[in-house]
């Protein structure tokens, strides 16, 4: 008995990666998130733009093509990262992705914070990713929760993202 999967039916040409990442809360005149700056009375604190949403997205990419993660690509130490667009790094993930001969099916989003409200920036924030990686907004989901004033992300300190990508293997 082996465990390995039986390429017969393609199996190895799908490959699916998970990228989580988060954010503390602070004061600011806006919040960047997916790409887009939502104007409000707070922003996310980070080395980079803090985009928790881009972060979570290339590291899913990453993950999937099985490359290094967002953090051994664009170390938060170093002072060229510092206030970098998180754009640059979902594009450079997606570079290599391409590189290693993967495209992309799919990404399934979750944002958690608690506010600003994240609805009414859906299809923008949809659109803002799917121009960087170059697809359809078709590809490209997005669902915003709130932490229900419980915990970090409820009282208003802390910002989720979540994101699973489906890649497929091409020629």
């Known amino acids: 008995m082996t465990f390995e ?4 039916f393609g199996l190895n040409a799908l ?5 989580i990442d988060s954010h503390r809360i602070g004061s600011g005149k806006s919040l960047r998130l997916g790409g887009i700056d939502i104007e409000c009375e707070l922003s996310l604190i980070g080395h980079s733009d803090a ?3 881009l972060h979570a997205v290339t590291d899913a990419i990453c993950a999937a093509a ?8 664009f170390p938060d130490n170093a002072s060229e990262n510092k206030g970098r667009d998180s754009a640059d790094f ?13 495209a992309l099916i799919n990404l399934d989003c979750v944002v958690r914070i608690e506010r600003p409200k994240i609805s009414p920036h859906k299809q923008a924030i949809r659109s803002r990713i799917a121009e960087i990686i170059g697809v359809g907004l078709d590809r490209i989901s997005l669902k915003a929760k709130t932490g229900e004033k419980i915990g970090d992300v409820g009282e208003g300190r802390l910002a989720e993202a979540y994101c699973i990508a489906l890649l497929q293997r091409v020629q």
């Open 51 to 53: 985009d928790v949403l």
């Open 66 to 73: 099985m490359l290094p993660d967002i953090g051994e690509l």
């Open 15 to 19: 490959r699916i990666g998970q990228g």
């Open 90 to 102: 979902l594009r450079e993930a997606v570079r290599l992705a391409c590189e290693a001969k993967y």
């Open 5 to 8: 999967a039986d390429n017969s």
